[in-house]
């Protein structure tokens, strides 16, 4: 899988405290001609490596030490053109709301199919957000519970 405009394979950095997890993601991508062009097992690590190597995407564990949602805000923060998604077993509200606030494009669970990876950074690149179904219908929740909310606010301010 490659840039469709420079015709280069797509670089990816990849950050996971678990090097079999690194080792199975890194096959996965190659295989599917993405170049994995630095690794890191910490969010220092792979902010530090983000800002050297100056990746198309980083795919990031949250609960690596220093914590993958730091890294995602820093990484969005100073690479604006680099895209960031969360690579994780959570499922929890909290944290994947946190990533998308930190600027993650994506979100996918370490359960899913492998071999969808890549094709779901691609699209992460082609400008997409990735995200299970399951999890996007939580956003959509909170979405909605956030304009009820707000809708109620402006409701007790035109009644005061």
């Not at 062009?37 to 564990?61: K, Q, T, Y």
């Not at 604006?80 to 994947?96: A, G, H, I, K, Q």
């Not at 669970?109 to 890549?118: N, T």
């Amino acid at each position: 899988m490659s840039d469709p405009t420079t015709g280069r394979p797509w670089r990816v950095l990849l950050a996971d405290d678990h090097p079999p997890t690194r080792a199975g993601v890194r096959y996965t991508l190659e295989a599917a001609g993405m170049v994995v062009c630095a690794e890191a097992s910490d969010a220092n690590g792979a902010i530090d490596a983000a800002l050297r190597e100056n990746p198309d995407v980083c795919l990031l564990d949250i609960h690596m030490p220093g914590s993958g949602i730091n890294a995602a805000r820093a990484i969005t923060r100073d690479l604006p053109d680099t895209r960031v998604v969360m690579l994780t077993v959570s499922r929890d509200d909290e944290d994947l709301f946190e990533a998308l606030r930190a600027g993650a494009s994506g979100y996918l669970l370490k359960d899913m199919d492998p071999d969808r990876v890549p094709n779901a950074l691609e699209g992460v690149l082609a400008g997409e957000a990735a995200l299970p179904r399951t999890l996007l219908l939580r956003v959509m929740d909170e979405f909605r519970d956030r304009g009820k909310r707000a809708g109620e606010i402006t409701g007790l301010v035109d009644h005061v």
